[in-house]
């Protein structure tokens, strides 16, 4: 049967192929006329705007999916009638403010929307009591509408036909259809996600696999830092310990697959310049070391939806003081979980374990990382 189901669909791409060779003359205006469009954002006059749909459909002919972000939606849908296109698929959609996909939303006639709302919520610009006053002035719900406690995922469950409760330590949320097999991580990053964000109900089929970072660095661990001068929540001892573990695997000449990521902001930029400084890592990572630390030294929010052999995270905020910010980042699971995910075989965390580990969800980190 699966053998029938490929020669059709072998013969169905050999017809696409032959129409394209066919009419190649016509496509090839229609595909010139498109592009103008997208770089003119202009129509001569009504009857030319009613040939739009047919344009997008030459388009899809010879390329089946077109990429693009919500922001450019306006420009690039905008004047397509509601219901033109076929499927909409929404990747990362937890992190996705609700608003951002109605206009790509109206525009199709099927959506399958992906993501997790357990992980990095939506950013809001906003502040929480003015979002709130204007839902409340159009009679719209906050707690189920606004960012960041609602996303296009959660809309997306809520409308579900198909829905699981899931108990979890936030208390109990229904999900459209849930995927509980997970293959990117290996110990001890994945029993740390499946405790503090999905209530153990995930099963692991990831294949431990050798590690060259563990070889050079050890088994994942929590290396505890304390004292130091500091600047806001930013400590230098805590640098210099990421330095020498880049340093250590620059020595064994490992491949640097590696995210560095923390909570905060200024511990990010003070990274960034720590390992620029440093001229023993430009001959190692053998690339533009400003890039490589713009794309692979950030916050946790920047790194959502990529993976790395190893990741180093690194908590600052060392004062005693600062338990603010380590309860906003303990206080919630999708910080945590976005962290330890990225990493598919070892996890460094870098930090004053004395107090991190009692701030929220950072006890199952302190209870499942050696020291």
């Known amino acids: 049967m699966q053998r029938l189901r490929d020669d059709v669909f072998i013969a169905g791409m050999e017809l696409h192929r032959a129409f394209i060779d066919v009419a190649a003359k016509p496509l090839r205006h229609n595909l010139g006329a498109l592009m103008n469009i997208f770089t003119s954002q202009t129509l001569p006059d009504q009857q030319k705007q009613a040939l739009l749909p047919h344009l997008w459909s030459s388009l899809f002919l010879v390329i089946p999916l077109v990429s693009t972000t919500f922001a450019s939606v306006n420009r690039m849908l905008g004047k397509l009638p509601l219901n033109s296109l076929g499927w909409l698929l929404v990747d990362e959609a937890g992190q996705a403010l609700p608003q951002a996909v109605v206009g790509a939303l109206l525009r199709t006639q099927r959506a399958v929307i992906v993501g997790d709302p357990i992980q990095i919520e939506p950013v809001v610009i906003l502040p929480s009591t003015l979002t709130g006053a204007i839902c409340r002035r159009f009679g719209v719900d906050p707690d189920v509408y606004a960012a960041p406690t609602a996303s296009v995922q959660t809309l997306a469950d809520a409308a579900s036909s198909y829905v699981t409760e899931i108990e979890g330590k936030q208390g109990s949320r229904n999900v459209g259809v849930p995927l509980l097999v997970h ?65 250590q695997m620059a020595e064994a000449r490992v491949k640097p697959d590696v995210y ?37 030294v950030g916050t946790v929010h920047t790194v959502q939806g990529r993976e790395a052999e190893a990741v180093i995270f690194v908590l600052g905020s060392p004062l005693p003081s600062q338990t603010g910010a380590r309860g906003w980042a303990g206080g919630r699971p999708n910080l945590l979980n976005v962290a330890v995910t990225r990493a598919k075989e070892v996890l460094y965390v870098v930090g004053n374990r004395r107090l991190w580990k009692d701030s929220g969800l950072f006890r199952e980190l302190d209870r499942r990382l050696e020291l």
Not at 189 to 210: D, E, R
Not at 218 to 243: A, F, L, P, Q
Not at 268 to 294: G, Y
Request: with cysteine; proline share 4%.
């Open 183 to 247: 293959r990117r991580c290996s110990e001890p990053m994945f029993g740390i996600s499946n405790v503090v964000a999905y209530s153990n109900l995930m099963i692991s089929t990831k294949q431990p696999k050798p590690s060259a970072i563990r070889e050079a660095l050890g088994s994942s661990k929590w290396i505890h830092v304390e004292g130091g001068r500091t600047e806001d929540k930013w400590s230098e001892e805590e640098g210099n310990v990421v330095i020498h573990l880049l340093l």
């Open 260 to 296: 560095i990521i923390t909570p905060f902001v200024i511990v990010a930029d003070h990274l960034r310049q720590k390992i620029r400084e440093d001229k023993t890592l430009l001959a190692w990572i053998n690339e533009d070391l400003w890039l490589w630390t713009s794309e692979r």
